[in-house]
């Protein structure tokens, strides 16, 4: 119940930020339709609400927590308009809506993700907060969204199609494809709190094993889940021959290996010496999930 409680606290305050901050950009309308359009599309807000949930562990003001998370938002909304271009997955349906460039049109939905991508970056530079936790944040979020992130891990994901990675390679894809953000969200929590490095430490192991059991979970409900469930085209990663979990180790070996990097994920969380039941109930929420 804390989990749940936490998330219907906070995800009004992450969403209305996140519409504020784009409405209040000086650009054209349409550009900023086809923005809000995804922002607004729907989804689970699990990377702004790890960002709130880890100032919530340290007890610090929420309302910086709200403008990263709404910055990290705009990043992985910008990555998944791109990701459904025809020349990248060519997908129609993301969180139950036809994509973006099905609405606005392959080149105004590029643009958006642009958009989205470039303000993130400025909205932090101008945030009342101290110049090194600013610089930090931008430094991060630079190599978390980047080539050494998760555009890298997308190179590696198209590079890995129609032949079977080991799972090291695979491992690889998605600790920067998935995983890096995943960890931004949760460093960036830590970070505004002024964490110790030791807190750090612990914070980015957890992080690390979550972006995993994300990651292995998606594949997953690949397979088991619907496109009405997903709010996506299920059964894509099969028709594109891409490798995944399942594909490399059947699918009970990849429930048993989401299972080993959930355990870890708590074990990181006991190095904390406050109470971390809410962090807890998020990895129980990202290896339970259906959708």
């Known amino acids: 119940m804390q989990l749940t409680t936490f998330i219907e606290a906070h995800t009004p305050a992450i969403e209305k930020e996140m519409v504020h901050l784009v409405e209040n950009i000086v ?17 689970k807000r699990i990377r702004p609400l790890f960002v ?12 910086p927590a709200y403008t990263v998370g ?16 025809p020349c990248m997955d060519d997908d129609a349906l993301r969180r139950g809506k036809p ?3 099905v609405v606005y049109g392959e080149a105004l939905a590029t643009l958006a993700g642009d958009a989205l991508n470039t303000l993130s970056f400025g909205i932090l530079a101008r945030m009342p907060i101290a110049a090194d936790t600013k610089i930090e944040l931008i430094n991060l979020l630079s190599i978390a969204a980047g080539a050494e992130g998760m555009v890298g891990g997308q190179v590696l994901d198209m590079d890995g199609e129609k032949r079977q990675l080991n799972l090291q390679e695979l491992e690889q894809v998605h600790v920067n494809k ?7 969200s949760i460093e960036s929590g830590a970070i505004l709190a002024r964490a110790t490095a030791e807190e750090r430490v612990a914070l980015v192991d957890y992080a690390h094993h979550i972006g995993l059991a994300f ?6 409900l690949d397979i088991e889940g619907t496109s009405e469930q997903l709010g996506k085209t299920a059964g894509k990663d099969i028709a594109s021959e891409k490798s995944t979990y399942p594909a490399l180790l059947t699918l ?24 971390t039941t809410l962090l807890h109930e998020f990895a129980n929420y990202i290896v339970k999930r259906n959708k």
């Not at 709130?52 to 309302?63: K, N, P, R, S, T």
């Not at 009970?252 to 109470?275: M, P, T, V």
């Open 215 to 220: 990651q292995i979970q998606d594949d997953i």
């Open 178 to 184: 998935t995983g890096a953000l995943l960890r931004y």
């Open 27 to 43: 650009a054209p309308t349409i550009l900023k339709d086809s923005m809000l359009y995804s922002l607004n599309a729907g989804g």
């Open 99 to 101: 994509t973006n460039h």
């Open 52 to 63: 709130a949930a880890v100032c919530d562990y340290f007890q610090v003001d929420m309302a």
């Open 252 to 275: 009970d070996g990849a429930k048993e290996k989401l299972n080993e990097h959930f355990e870890l994920a708590i074990a990181a969380l006991q190095r904390l010496s406050k109470d």
């Open 70 to 85: 709404a910055c990290v938002e705009m990043i992985h909304t910008y990555s998944l308009i791109h990701d459904d271009l």
